[in-house]
């Protein structure tokens, strides 16, 4: 699976939107973008996944580069409750080995008031 | 629907003995994968069980081991504890290949 790099860490205001990047250059083109959130010491939480189009959903929209070496979650809102790591995951689907999802270090979402 | 159990939520062994922690899927998942989480180490993969058959391995040593039931219930095993066995076990279902469901996971501590 393609490695991915994310910043670190992030802040945000209430209300404002959360806009984490993530950066997949070599991604190749079956390989799909997943983001998935942590918020502490709970299991991570499926967010939103696509493959070359955006995507949205009821939590977030991802947003994925015409050259899909790049890609950005959007958090419309954000509130306290968005507070937590967010990790970003390429992988391919469907094989045998689709099912491991390789996590990085992710970004650590702030939301401040 | 009901989310993904894993039972005990907590736990405290001692080095050298084993230990066993229970997974339970969504309905109709067929798809169940384990993962370790520590600080240092982050979430990593360890195995995953497709209709009771392993379908995908992580790099752990073979103390490490798990199954999965007819019901799609899945159990995992460590053996022999060590110190640096000590941290969240996550257990995630799905359909197939989809996205994962995880559970709130099994935090082990290992004295």
């Known amino acids: 699976d393609a490695k991915t790099t994310q910043p670190t860490s992030m802040d945000c205001a209430e209300g404002r939107a959360a806009n984490l990047p993530c950066n997949h250059s070599?991604?190749?083109?079956?390989?799909?973008v997943y983001w998935y959130r942590q918020i502490h010491s709970q299991g991570p939480q499926y967010i939103i996944h696509g493959l070359k189009n955006n995507e949205t959903n009821e939590m977030a929209s991802l947003i994925i580069t015409e050259d899909r070496k790049s890609s950005t979650l959007i958090l419309p809102h954000a509130t306290l409750r968005d507070t937590a790591v967010y990790y970003c995951i390429v992988r391919v689907v469907p094989t045998g080995t689709a099912s491991k999802l390789t996590f990085g270090t992710g970004t650590r979402l702030q939301v401040t008031l | 629907k009901a989310g993904v159990t894993q039972t005990p939520r907590y736990l405290i062994k001692t080095r050298g003995q084993q230990v066993t922690l229970s997974c339970s899927p969504i309905s109709g998942h067929r798809s169940v994968s384990w993962y370790q989480q520590t600080p240092g180490q982050g979430l990593q993969f360890l195995f995953e069980y497709f209709s009771e058959t392993q379908r995908n391995k992580g790099n752990f040593p073979g103390r490490f081991s798990g199954r999965q039931f007819s019901n799609s219930r899945s159990e995992m095993n460590v053996s022999t504890l060590e110190l640096g066995d000590s941290a969240l076990y996550l257990c995630?279902?799905?359909?197939?290949?989809?996205?994962?469901?995880f559970g709130p996971g099994t935090r082990l501590t290992v004295t």
């Open positions: 995630a279902s799905s359909l197939d290949w989809g996205e994962q469901y």
């Open positions: 070599t991604i190749s083109g079956n390989e799909y």
